[in-house]
């Protein structure tokens, strides 16, 4: 092998070690960004196990996780929230992508899966832990969630008590109670039919309540 096959050969190599590096590098920085660009919300609307089944099949939704959010205790147990006296209320942290889905649309999807004229709870689950409320980032979350609240009382001809309010630190549920519904059909259906939720929903909302198939 002569020097110059042998330079060629080097040069080669160090061609393609550099495009298989630029490769990864643009992954790694295309992951990143991706990343980046999802971002989060907060819905309390009663049992977090509904919350979470409402929202964790949309398009564009990555994620929703059972938990709690909006009170004064750091890390509560269920227990501690089921008391009442936290000040927590069970949530769903929805990560999502808005390229896909926006926050105008997490709205929607939110307003029809629950019950907005209960100031006392969510259908058969009264109490703190259990009231509606929208926990918005920003300004323009917040502008959002004030305007579709509007929209929501003008609809429905009533006051409505789905409280707005900033974000606070957001505590998941224990793995017991994550993606509950999927794991547990035949219990969750038992409460999901006990609690009335579909038909109080339908009563509501009509056409387009949000609904699971067969309730």
């Not at 509560?76 to 008391?83: A, D, F, K, S």
């Not at 305007?147 to 900033?166: D, F, M, N, W, Y």
Request: net charge positive; with cysteine; charged share 20%.
């Amino acid at each position: 092998m002569t020097r110059a096959t042998q330079s060629m050969k080097k040069g080669r190599g160090k061609d393609i070690a550099l495009a298989v590096f630029l490769a990864l590098a643009m992954f790694g920085f295309s992951a990143r960004a991706q990343a980046a660009e999802m971002k989060k919300a907060v819905f309390a609307g009663g049992c977090f196990w509904s919350m979470e089944e409402a929202f964790e099949d949309v398009k564009g939704v990555t994620a929703a996780v059972s938990g709690f959010s909006g009170g004064t205790v750091k890390n509560p147990t269920y227990e501690q929230v089921c008391q009442g006296n936290t000040g927590h209320r069970e949530a769903v942290q929805v990560t999502y992508d808005p390229a896909v889905i926006t926050y105008a649309q997490l709205l929607d999807i939110y307003w029809h899966s629950i019950d907005p004229l209960d100031p006392r709870g969510q259908f058969c689950d009264k109490g703190a832990q259990y009231k509606s409320a929208i926990f918005y980032n920003d300004a323009e979350e917040m502008k959002l969630a004030e305007a579709s609240r509007k929209a929501v009382q003008k609809e429905l001809g009533h006051e409505v008590a789905t409280a707005i309010l900033p974000a606070a630190p957001f505590y998941p549920a224990d793995a017991h109670h994550q993606d509950y519904a999927k794991r547990n059909p035949f219990s969750y259906g038992m409460y999901r039919r006990g609690c009335g939720k579909d038909n109080a929903l339908r009563a509501i909302w009509g056409a387009k309540a949000n609904t699971m198939p067969g309730f």
